[in-house]
Structures are given as structure tokens and as C-alpha cells.
């Protein structure tokens, strides 16, 4: 899909060029012909129509079996499940032969369904066999089965498979194991250790990762990651207690764990070192530490019940925030960052000098947490922060011609500007007039947002831009 | 032999050992462990994942701390001295580390799955047993006419399997590798 969207984005700059004489049309030509064998617009095709094929196949046989189970003596059983794995594999073997290069993405598909057959294969064993253990290993097993799979014969849908099972299998195991039926609820999960904090799940989402490195595929990258940000909020979440002091406790572990991520790889040798997860990294990190700070200029994020008397947020939060904070603090000031081009020196200091506030805020906040009246400045401070971070965040997606960060900190700044109302006025305007100047400000505040938003993406884009380069 | 086919070889290889292992383990357990039969409350049906299944409570799934020694937690891993008898094995002990035993005593592995009260109950891995669809109410009816009790196999580490079901005394689904 980008190849295409560079592609088509050539095409409308090449003709300046070569009216500028930067290029000459052969060389245009050249360009244009590598580009589009590159494209190949069905490249793709007999993958996508192979995956759906496996799949289907899988079902299909899954079912069969199942409606025939019982006629069918239980070595006969073992057989077919056993022969339709190896018969799904030998057929993907003789398809990768060199003289069969064609058909190769057949012979992917055909080991994908191997791998859903060894994982059905996986609980008819045990149905025939009356083999009965913790259920969510047996969907364990199985996402290591893709694991190695994915290891061995390289193939990203296997990976992603096997991410999506492991996430099964973790979120069965931790938290809802009971669900399926009332006697695996009463056991919980057979790791030592494992109960709040699930770590299981984060060595096997790190052997998916290392794959996933090695092989240079994005995709894998982005549903790892994804994956780690889930067990992030949920191992975040068990630990802290239901009170509005761990909640914040939470958000500001959270903006800062985002924030060293961030930071972490904006240095040059992390950049180097995690050439796939560099831009799924970043860009969640971004995010999630968007979220945080967002979420931290609320009341509900400050602690405070209707601007009540706080909860306390505990020694143990207050330290690991400290010390959080301190990693941030030096690597923020003692790292060296990527080249900054020097245009971007004042930028770059900008930014520096609100992470650094934004820093120190974070720890002041929660050290001075059961100070009376500590609530209304540190909610000032922190929309104050946000919102100049946010300008901060669009301006330095402008100059290094990021749509990502211009739209997220367009979408951030937005929700800010409503929830900064509904949060306040709320108690300071009478009813109606405040649903008035709401609607007002819903239908003024998204046109002129949307309208800078475009105002910047088109001047991004160039003189040349399509819409479909503003959006 | 190109590598691609020596790799999928190795996986389609693992991952045959796996299923391999599964079925392995259970035989084991089948053809060496030593046969006890459980007194059991059978109750009740049905499972959309995995087909009919009769789910039994044996009379070892629950026992009273008042009379059996440790201190056991939800998960903890527990292991049950039995003494064979006629017609069903009894406990005899419970404990959280393999126990030395007499010579006519067996040892049955499980996990507490609760601790209400002064009760542990215990889960062996031998609660439900896969049938043909249609014939689980028969045993789940078990009452003074229809007794119905499980012939259990525990091997040397504990782990133990269903054996037989009986209905009456007579084996009414027995366990065979065929």
C-alpha cells in the first residue's frame, strides 16, 4: 500500500523535476518501471486468497471430524489429525521447491493451515484421549507451535497467528480462565508468581518480537506492540487498588514509561538496533503517553473526587514514580539524541524544557499528594503543560513532515479543549446555557480545528497535493 | 534436500512429538499405574467446546481439614495418600510435597481449587469424561440402582487417568489406546 501511495505521489512531483532538470525523463522512465514491478498490484493476491483457503480448509475439516467423531475408532482419529498436519506440510514442502518458485505463497498458506490443524488437533486429542489439564495451555501450546513454526519456515501470518493466541491464551489464563466452564474457574494460573503480574506472557511476546526483528516484519511489529501496551495497562491496572489516588498513581507511571520509551528511541544506537520497532514503538508510546497527560489535566485524573479530600497515593507508587521520573530526567538531559539539524535547535530546546516541567510537575504532584489544596494548581499546571506540549507536538510535526504527530496532536488538543469545558463550566454556567455554548463550541472549535489541521497538511503535502494527501 | 523442506520437516516433526506426547503421557499413566476405584457423585452435562462429557465428583474432591493435615492454598499443588480397599480407595493424608508412603498406599497428584470453610476441594484432572453424544444421562443419574463408580489409574508421579466407568460394577466405557 505505500509503495503504491510513493508510487503515485512520483508521478505528480517527477514532471517539476525534470522541468527543473533534476532528472531527465529516462531516468524518470527507469524510476517509474522498478517502481511499478515493485507494486505489481496482485502480488498480494494469491497470499490473501491462500490464507482465506487454509483457513477455510481448517474449518472445514475441524467440522467434518467433529460430526463424524464418534463413528471413527480413536487410532483412526490420531491418524487423520496427524496425516491431514503432515499432509498440509509435505504439500507446502513440494510447493517451495525451487522449481515451483510461482507458487510459493500456496505453499505459506499450506503451513499456516498445518499450524491451525496442529492447534485443533491439539484439544480432539485430548477430547479423544480424556486428557484434561489447565485449558488455557492447551492454547499455549499451541501459539508456541506457530512460534517455532514461524521460526523455522518464515511466514508473518503464522506470527501473527501466534501473537493472537498468545494474547488468547494469556487473557484466559490471568483473568478470565472460569469463563468457559466453572471448573477451570476455580484454578488459577499454574505459573508461580504470576498472578498480578502476568509475566509468562512477556517471554513469549518477546520470542514473537525477536522473530519479528529478524525478519523485518512490520506488521508483526505492531500487533506485538500492541500486545505489550495491553499487558502494560492490565499489569498496571491489577496492581493498583480501585481509588482515584492509583488511578493518577497509574496515569503518571504511564506518562512516564511512554515518554523513556519515547526518548529511548530517539537515540541513535536504539534507532539503529530496532529498525522494525522503531516507528510501532514510538508512535504507541506517543500516543499512550498522550493519553496519560490527557487523562492527568482531569479531576478524575488528579485524584480528586469533586475537589474532596484525596486518598492517600502510597509510599510504593510515590517511589517508583521518583524514580521513574529520575531515568527521565537523565536520559532525557545526558543521552545524546539523534542529529538534530540545526533549523531545529530551538525546537528541539523547546521541547526539552516542557518534558523537563512536565517531569518535575509529575513528581512534585505526587509528593505533595496529601497537601490540602494541591488539587486546582497541579490541574492547572498540567493543562498548561498539555497544551503547550501539544502545540509543541503539532510545530514539530510540521517541520519534519510527520503527519502522524500533526493529526495526534490535533485529535489531543481537541479532546482537551471539550473536556477542559464539560470538566469546568459545568459547575460555573447555568444548564442551558451551558449546552448552548457546548453545541457552539462543538460546531466553531471542530471547524476551525479541522480546518488548521488541513491548513498544515496541505502545506506539508506541497503546491502539487491531492485530497487524499491532507487527510 | 533444499533447507525450506529440512525446516518444515523439524516443525511438521515437533510438532507431531507434541500431540505424540500428549496421547504418550496418558498411555503411561494407563499401562503402569496402579488401579483404585473412586466413589463418585456424578453431575451434571454439556460443554459447546468440547462436545457431551459427564462431569464427576469424587468423594476425594472434597475433604475435611479438620481431619487431614496442611495448610493449603487455591492453586497450591496437593498430593493425597490413598489406601486401596474394597470397594473404594480412602485417604488417608494430605500434603504439599510428595509424602513417604506404606507399600500398599498410592499417591494421587492434584491442585486446590477452593478452600471454603474447613474443606479443601481438589481437582485430579480425571472431572470429565468425554462420551458418545446421548449417553451421558444414564450416568449421571447415579443413584441406589444405578451406582455408578470410576476405575482410576495412578502411575509412580501421581498423575492418574480414568480407567474404566462402571455401572453396577460392570464397565460401561473403558479406556483403551484403539
Known amino acids: ?471 | 534436500m533444499p533447507r525450506i523442506q529440512i525446516r518444515i520437516v523439524i516443525l511438521a516433526g515437533v510438532l507431531t512429538a507434541v500431540l505424540l506426547g500428549m496421547v504418550g503421557i496418558k498411555q503411561y499413566t494407563l499401562s503402569t499405574g496402579s488401579v483404585v476405584e473412586l466413589e463418585i457423585k456424578p453431575i451434571d452435562p454439556r460443554s459447546l467446546f468440547r462436545g457431551d462429557f459427564v462431569r464427576f465428583r469424587f468423594t476425594i474432591s472434597e475433604l475435611s481439614t479438620g481431619e487431614y493435615f496442611g495448610d493449603f492454598r487455591r492453586g497450591d499443588t496437593i498430593y493425597v495418600v490413598l489406601e486401596p480397599g474394597t470397594p473404594f480407595a480412602t485417604p488417608v493424608s494430605t500434603h504439599k510435597d510428595w509424602p513417604k508412603v506404606a507399600n500398599d498406599q498410592l499417591v494421587i497428584k492434584g491442585r486446590v481449587t477452593g478452600r471454603p470453610h474447613n474443606i479443601v476441594r481438589i481437582r485430579y484432572g480425571i472431572e470429565n469424561f468425554f462420551i458418545p453424544e446421548g449417553e451421558g444421562r444414564s450416568l449421571e443419574r447415579s443413584g441406589p440402582e444405578n451406582k455408578v463408580t470410576v476405575r482410576v489409574a495412578i502411575d509412580r508421579f501421581g498423575r492418574s487417568a480414568i480407567e474404566s466407568v462402571l455401572v453396577n460394577g460392570e464397565p460401561r466405557h473403558s479406556e483403551t489406546l484403539f
Open chain 1, 1 to 471: 500500500m505505500w509503495e503504491k501511495l510513493f508510487l503515485s505521489k512520483l508521478q505528480r512531483e517527477a514532471p517539476r523535476w525534470i522541468e527543473q532538470g533534476w532528472i531527465t525523463t529516462e531516468g524518470q522512465n527507469a524510476v517509474f518501471a522498478d517502481m511499478e514491478a515493485r507494486v505489481g498490484g496482485t502480488k498480494h493476491i494469491p497470499l490473501a486468497f491462500g490464507t482465506l483457503g487454509a483457513v477455510l480448509l481448517g474449518i472445514g475439516i475441524i467440522s467434518f471430524f467433529a460430526a463424524n467423531w464418534p463413528e471413527i475408532p480413536k487410532l483412526a482419529r490420531l491418524a487423520i489429525l496427524l496425516g491431514a498436519m503432515w499432509s498440509s506440510f509435505f504439500v507446502a514442502s513440494w510447493l517451495y521447491s525451487p522449481r515451483r518458485a510461482d507458487e510459493s505463497s500456496i505453499a505459506k498458506a499450506l503451513v499456516l493451515l498445518g499450524v491451525i490443524l496442529y492447534g485443533s488437533s491439539i484439544f480432539l486429542i485430548a477430547q479423544t484421549f480424556h486428557i484434561q489439564a489447565h485449558f488455557p495451555n492447551g492454547i499455549l501450546f499451541w501459539a508456541l507451535g506457530a512460534l517455532i513454526s514461524a521460526y523455522l519456515i518464515p511466514i508473518q501470518m503464522v506470527a501473527v497467528l501466534g501473537l493472537a493466541l498468545a494474547g488468547l491464551w494469556a487473557s484466559m489464563d490471568h483473568f478470565s480462565a472460569g469463563l468457559l466452564n466453572d471448573f477451570n474457574a476455580t484454578l488459577p494460573t499454574p505459573f508461580p508468581y504470576a498472578g498480578i503480574v502476568y509475566w509468562p506472557f512477556i517471554l513469549v511476546l518477546g520470542a514473537f518480537a525477536f522473530v519479528a526483528e529478524k525478519q523485518s516484519w512490520r506488521f508483526t511489529a505492531w500487533v506485538s506492540t500492541f500486545g505489550l501496551l495491553a499487558w502494560s495497562v492490565a499489569t498496571l491496572f491489577g496492581i493498583a487498588e480501585a481509588t482515584y489516588a492509583h488511578f493518577a498513581a497509574v496515569l503518571h507511571v504511564g506518562l512516564l514509561l511512554s515518554f523513556l520509551v519515547f526518548l529511548f528511541l530517539m537515540t541513535e544506537t536504539a534507532g539503529r538496533a530496532l529498525d522494525t520497532f522503531a516507528a510501532p514503538l514510538s508512535r504507541i508510546s506517543l500516543i499512550s503517553g498522550f493519553i496519560c497527560f490527557y487523562a492527568l489535566t482531569t479531576r478524575a485524573g488528579q485524584g480528586v473526587d469533586d475537589w474532596g479530600v484525596p486518598d492517600p497515593i502510597g509510599l510504593d507508587w510515590t517511589v517508583a514514580i521518583a524514580i521513574l521520573a529520575a531515568f527521565a530526567m537523565a536520559y532525557l538531559w545526558l543521552r545524546s539524541a539523534r542529529q538534530v539539524r540545526p533549523s531545529m535547535q530551538k525546537q528541539a530546546t523547546v521541547g526539552k524544557a516542557i518534558a523537563t516541567a512536565t517531569i518535575l510537575i509529575s513528581v512534585a504532584n505526587v509528593l505533595l499528594w496529601d497537601v490540602p489544596d494541591r488539587a486546582i494548581p497541579a490541574y492547572i499546571a498540567f493543562n498548561a503543560l498539555l497544551f503547550f506540549g501539544l502545540i509543541w507536538l503539532i510545530f514539530s510535526g510540521y517541520t519534519n513532515s510527520d503527519r502522524f504527530t500533526v493529526n495526534v496532536g490535533f485529535i489531543f488538543f481537541a479532546l482537551t479543549v471539550l473536556t477542559l469545558y464539560f470538566d469546568t463550566f459545568w459547575l460555573l454556567l447555568d444548564r442551558s446555557f451551558f449546552f448552548m455554548a457546548g453545541g457552539l463550541l462543538l460546531l466553531g472549535g471542530g471547524y476551525f480545528l479541522e480546518r488548521q489541521r488541513r491548513r498544515v497538511m496541505q502545506a506539508m503535502a506541497g503546491p502539487t497535493a491531492t485530497n487524499r494527501d491532507v487527510i
